[in-house]
Structure formats: C-alpha cells, structure tokens
C-alpha cells in the first residue's frame, strides 16, 4: 500500500509539471518572485473596524516582516457591506440572515499612482436568526469576521496571480 501511494504522489506530481503548473511563490531564476514584489506593497488604512480587520489580515500575509522602507507599489481597498434576511417564518420574523463584504481594490505603482491592475472581491457568510440578541450579535460578528478573512485570501491570490503574469524584470 505504501509502494503504491508513492507511485501515485509521483505520478500526481510529473503530471502538474509537465501542464505548466508551478506554485505561486516558487523561485525562478533571474526573475522577480510573488514574494519579492508583496515586499514592495503598501497597504493603505481601510476604515471603520471591519477595515481594520482587513488592513491586518493583509499585513499578516502579504508583509509578514514589516512594511518596506521602499515600496513601489500602493495597494487601496474600499469595504462595502450588506445584510439580508432570506428566512421567515409564519409571523414574517427573520430566521436567517445572509452578510455579504465587498471589497474594491486597486494596485497602483507609488511613483505616479498609475492603475497596475483593480478588481472586486466578496464573500458571503449566512447564519441563523434565534430569539438571543446576545446570540445573533454574536453570529452577526463572527460572519463578519470569517468573510474578511475569506476577502484577504482572495485578495492575496489575486494579487500573486498579477504579479506572475507580470514580465521578468517587472
């Protein structure tokens, strides 16, 4: 059994070299990596506290090691939120609720602030409507939490795939 799930890893892994695949933070040589070009990102302050959840969550995985004392690129991100109840009950109470963060953003090169690129991101999370205040303030903040977690992800996956496609040297 163990011969055999070798053999698949192997297989598994000539198969995604031979179709292209290379990981996104992988080093290529005499080329700029996703790494190296994250360094190079300044994040601008988000506002109200969910952005601030956001600027940190991105700090975290697109600068780990402080802000650079040189960045090149601006990175600015607009939150918008929504809620809506989706589920009722007899009495026309509410008992789901669907939360919805969009995020805009733009990339722009620090020196003339010019586009790079600019997209938009979302994510949903839905939760139940019980008779608890304490409860649904509870899973009101924990949805709004887990959606910026899911917005910086994308965001960051975004971002490494613009900065692969980029030409060596960029």
């Given amino acids: 059994m163990m011969i055999f ?3 698949i890893a192997l297989m598994l892994a000539l198969a ?3 179709c292209g695949f290379t990981p996104m933070y992988a080093e290529k040589p005499n080329s700029v990596t996703v790494t190296e070009h994250f360094d190079h990102i300044e994040i601008a302050p988000i506002a109200d506290r969910l952005g601030q959840k956001v600027h940190n969550g991105l700090l975290d995985q697109i600068t780990p090691y402080g802000a650079s004392s040189s960045p090149r690129y601006k990175l600015l991100v607009t939150l918008s939120e929504d809620l809506q109840g989706f ?5 026309e109470s ?3 609720q669907n939360f ?6 733009e990339l722009r090169n620090i020196d003339t602030m010019s586009l790079m690129t ?8 839905a939760f139940d409507v019980v008779q608890s205040d304490f409860a649904n303030h509870s899973a009101f903040e924990d949805a709004r939490s887990r959606t910026a977690e899911q917005v910086v992800a994308t965001l960051v996956l975004r971002l490494g795939s613009y900065f692969q496609t980029l030409p060596d040297g960029s």
């Fill in 5 to 7: 799930s070798k053999s």
């Fill in 16 to 18: 995604l070299s031979a």
């Fill in 87 to 91: 589920g009722f009950r007899e009495d």
């Fill in 94 to 96: 509410i008992t789901r």
């Fill in 100 to 105: 919805r963060l969009n995020a805009h953003y």
């Fill in 118 to 125: 600019q997209g938009d991101v979302s994510s949903n999370m």
